[in-house]
């Protein structure tokens, strides 16, 4: 038998949530690396026996994950002096999140069981929150940005006198992405207001069971 259990919590934010004057203002939140979070889950049992071979797996992945830029609830923000004096805020996540069982089995009595179950949650938010101020702005760009892929697969294989070989697969996600402006918030902009949510999920579940059996 076999099992793999991957957990993961990822949160992460950029905010400012007091008094901040600049030419220029950006609050972001990046991807390191290659720009994707990878989340696996991978299971896979074998078994063989000249009377009964039983092999199980399950592989089970979850995420809950929450991706941030926010000027803070009572943030004061005035752009002045030299500069472009735009504000820029920006949340971009984007994750790969894979799940995979596999089982075969032989022997007179073949059994060969998998199970994947992948879950999701990501937030993704970009967004001037309740109360918060924005003076001598030219251009105000709000942009939360979200791209996220779940793959969940469960293969069994079983061969014998008799064989028997279930498979199931399970997925479910609830991505929330969005750029907000809070209520009770004061934007003085000469330029132009952009707010912009961009939400792609790719989410492809796959059981299959193949059995060989004489009897």
């Given at each position: 038998?076999?099992?793999?259990?991957n957990?993961?919590?990822?949160?992460?934010?950029?905010?400012?949530?007091?008094?901040?004057?600049?030419?220029?203002?950006?609050?972001?939140?990046?991807m390191?690396?290659?720009?994707t979070a990878?989340?696996?889950a991978?299971?896979?049992?074998?078994?063989?026996?000249t009377?009964?071979?039983?092999?199980?797996?399950?592989?089970?992945?979850?995420?809950?994950g929450?991706?941030?830029?926010?000027?803070?609830?009572?943030a004061?923000?005035?752009?002045s002096?030299?500069?472009?004096k735009?504000l820029?805020?920006?949340?971009?996540?984007?994750?790969?999140?894979?799940?995979?069982?596999?089982?075969?089995?032989?022997?007179?009595?073949?059994?060969?069981?998998?199970?994947?179950?992948n879950?999701?949650?990501?937030?993704?938010?970009?967004?001037?929150?309740?109360?918060?101020?924005?003076?001598?702005?030219?251009?105000?760009?709000l942009?939360?940005?979200?791209?996220?892929?779940?793959?969940?697969?469960?293969?069994?294989?079983?061969?014998?006198?008799?064989?028997?070989s279930?498979?199931?697969?399970f997925?479910?996600?609830?991505?929330?992405?969005a750029?907000?402006?809070?209520?009770?918030?004061?934007?003085?902009?000469?330029?132009?207001?952009l707010?912009?949510?961009?939400?792609?999920?790719g989410?492809?579940?796959?059981?299959?069971?193949?059995?060989?059996?004489?009897?």
């Open positions: 038998a076999a099992l793999a259990v957990v993961a919590l990822p949160d992460t934010e950029a905010s400012i949530g007091g008094t901040v004057e600049a030419p220029a203002i950006t609050i972001q939140t990046l390191a690396g290659d720009g990878t989340y696996n991978d299971a896979t049992s074998g078994a063989g026996a009377d009964t071979g039983v092999a199980g797996a399950l592989a089970l992945g979850v995420v809950d929450t991706n941030r830029a926010l000027a803070g609830s009572g004061s923000l005035t752009l002096g030299a500069g472009s735009n820029l805020i920006s949340a971009t996540s984007v994750s790969v999140a894979d799940a995979t069982a596999v089982a075969d089995s032989t022997g007179d009595l073949g059994i060969g069981a998998s199970v994947a179950v879950i999701g949650f990501q937030e993704t938010h970009a967004e001037i929150m309740d109360g918060a101020s924005v003076t001598g702005a030219h251009d105000v760009t942009t939360a940005d979200s791209d996220h892929t779940t793959t969940t697969t469960a293969e069994a294989g079983a061969e014998g006198g008799e064989a028997i279930p498979a199931v697969a997925a479910y996600t609830d991505n929330d992405t750029a907000l402006i809070g209520t009770g918030s004061l934007l003085d902009i000469t330029g132009s207001l707010v912009e949510a961009i939400h792609v999920a989410v492809t579940t796959t059981a299959r069971g193949d059995t060989a059996g004489t009897e």
